[in-house]
């Protein structure tokens, strides 16, 4: 892929993340990206942590770039995007915002060269999971800069736009449910007499491990499980324990949860 020149709309966590994976992987080069964000402290930690990065404003550095990524909240994207149709034009504008689709940011930026992407924050160390859609005027070239640009930052997969609420509850979410997961898993640790730094490393590592293992060997997590819950053992005394308080049902309803929300909140734009 050609180095592409990139506006990013919105310097916060996901925009950071994002970018932050893309210069690790010589993706882009930080003098092809042109920042836009209001708030001065997130402009001083770009300032700090990414010198080579032009701050600029809106109009000028969407004039400068190729591709416009808007890292910017559900309920900030339509103020940022109905600015000023015609600086949109010839631009592959791709939106983060969950809820918002592919029909409205279309209607405000006046064309269809436009992608939905839902992230997640561990793209930042190119271990990310993203799904994205297309629109209807997005060229083939558009879906090959999208997918380098995910790819760089983890793995990308593009899906219909009526499974992308899905992708917000399960990954886009997910690294949530999964801190507070270790979170517990530690607090367990400690409970059961282990140093509360102890305990963090080994449920870090237990939880990186596992997802190591069910993506490199590709057996289902529900074999991998059994084959630790020896008869009357250790484990499946303790699985007995979270089936009583319903983990499994607990993490499909937030997934479920999640994705709800996501539709709720481009209705409410």
């Known amino acids: 892929m050609s180095e592409i020149t990139l506006a990013v709309v919105g310097g916060g966590q996901m925009g950071r993340a994002l970018v932050g994976g893309m210069l690790a992987s010589q993706v882009v080069q930080e003098s092809s990206i042109r920042l ?29 770039s190729d591709v416009v990524l808007l890292a910017v909240k559900p309920n900030v994207i339509a103020s940022v995007a109905m600015r ?27 064309h269809q060269r436009v992608v939905r992407v839902m992230p997640n924050t561990p793209s930042l160390v190119r271990a990310g999971a993203s799904g994205f859609c297309c629109g209807d005027e997005s060229t083939p070239q558009d879906r090959k800069t999208i997918q380098a640009m995910l790819d760089s930052v983890g793995l990308a997969v593009e899906v219909e736009e009526n499974q992308l609420e899905g992708v917000t509850g399960l990954s886009g979410s ?6 507070m997961i270790i979170e517990a898993l530690a607090d367990g640790g400690v409970l059961a007499g282990l140093p509360r730094p102890l305990a963090m ?10 997802a190591e293992m069910i993506a490199k060997t590709g057996q289902h997590p529900g074999q991998l499980k059994d084959a630790v819950a020896s008869p009357g053992g250790t484990t499946i005394a303790a699985i007995s324990v979270l089936e009583q308080n319903g983990l499994r049902g607990a993490l499909i309803e937030a997934v479920a949860a999640s994705a709800n929300r996501s539709r709720s909140m481009g209705r409410d734009e």
């Open 36 to 64: 836009v964000e209001p708030s001065q402290a997130s402009e001083n930690w770009w300032r700090e942590h990414h010198p080579g990065v032009d701050v600029e404003q809106l109009e000028t550095a969407v004039a400068e």
């Open 84 to 110: 000023n149709a015609s600086f949109w034009e010839d631009k592959l504008v791709i939106s983060i915002a969950a809820g918002i689709s592919l029909q409205q940011l279309s209607d405000w930026i006046g």
């Open 174 to 179: 997910g690294p949530a449910y999964v801190c």
């Open 201 to 210: 490393q080994l449920a870090t590592q237990t939880v990186r491990g596992t």
